[in-house]
């Protein structure tokens, strides 16, 4: 009998101590029971934690570091990513830039995925000079207020451009063109590239000479 009249005062405790409880409304959220298991002690990365130094939750890589330029869990290397993400050994000079044209190679793959973010890329940032057609027409240069005109893409010495000589190019910037390199990443640099040669190849495919065919003509004797 007493055990069940305890019982009967315990469930009448909790009972109550529940209904006293606020509800959640407005801003309050409620109660909470489990917050420690709810809500980590743990400061999250790159948050502000006192105890640091600098209050930072975690340290920043050192300068100079390198991402991994392949798949973290099996290991394997990707060598067009590894190209990208390693520094650019090419110096700002006439040697360097010829040299870029003989040994870059565009380690990108000209899929339709790519070229649409190279032309994304250049409508952005190259065709208010250049054009959007690529023949150097650009708004600013039709406009008079930039007195260096570009060359177009499909003049002699442009057409057949080597991918890294345009790549040292955005990179260095070249004759009245600044450096692009603030703004656009190396893999942004080699799809604008790849969006320029499809522009160029589909000026070849257009402009090529007509072939004259010549009928020769039977000489009875």
């Known amino acids: 009998m007493k055990r069940s009249y305890f019982l009967i005062l315990m469930a009448a405790a909790v009972l109550t101590g529940l209904q006293a409880c606020k509800k959640a409304s407005g801003d309050y959220p409620g109660d909470s029971y489990t917050w420690d298991m709810m809500y980590s002690k743990a400061y999250e990365p790159y948050a502000l934690n006192p105890l640091m130094p600098d209050s930072v939750g975690a340290m920043l890589p050192v300068n100079g570091t390198i991402p991994y330029p392949g798949n973290a869990i099996s290991g394997q290397m990707d060598p067009a990513l590894a190209s990208i993400s390693l520094p650019y050994e090419y110096a700002k000079t006439d040697e360097d830039y010829e040299r870029a044209g003989l040994e870059l190679i565009n380690p990108l793959q000209a899929t339709p995925e790519n070229i649409a973010a190279g032309q994304h890329a250049f409508n952005n940032m190259c065709a208010v000079c250049h054009g ?16 260096a ?33 603030y703004a656009l990443t190396k893999k942004e640099r080699w799809q604008i590239i790849l969006y320029i040669n499809s522009m160029q190849d589909a000026w070849l495919a257009s402009n090529q000479p007509a072939q004259t065919q010549v009928a020769e003509t039977d000489v009875n004797p």
Request: hydrophobic share 30%; no cysteine.
């Open 149 to 181: 005109v570009p060359p177009s893409y499909f003049d002699a010495g442009y057409i057949d451009m080597p991918d890294g000589k345009m790549f040292h190019s955005i990179t260095y910037g070249k004759n009245a063109m600044g450096s692009y390199a």
């Open 132 to 147: 959007t057609e690529g023949n150097g027409k650009g708004v600013i240069v039709a406009s008079g207020k930039y007195g």
